[in-house]
């Protein structure tokens, strides 16, 4: 069952990215993110790169990624 509601929340995420690109970041990672920031702003200079740019932070940028010290790993 947590397999069905991870894909669900996904495809929510995706189709909010779609009609407003900022939105669907916000759901993934928060609001008071990097990543929230720079969809605002790719969505303010024009909205196919803020499109894009949303669709490849939820599909592909783990939420999780900092640890505790608050660095950033890349595996």
Do not use: K, N, Q
């Amino acid at each position: 069952m947590g397999g069905l509601c991870s894909c669900c929340c996904r495809c929510l995420e995706l189709l909010c990215s779609v009609l407003l690109p900022p939105l669907g970041v916000c759901l993934r990672h928060g609001c008071c993110s990097l990543e929230f920031w720079i969809s605002v702003l790719l969505t303010i200079l024009g909205y196919l790169p803020g499109v894009l740019y949303a669709i490849y932070v939820i599909c592909s940028v783990d939420p999780h990624r900092h640890d505790e010290d608050g660095y950033v790993y890349v595996a």
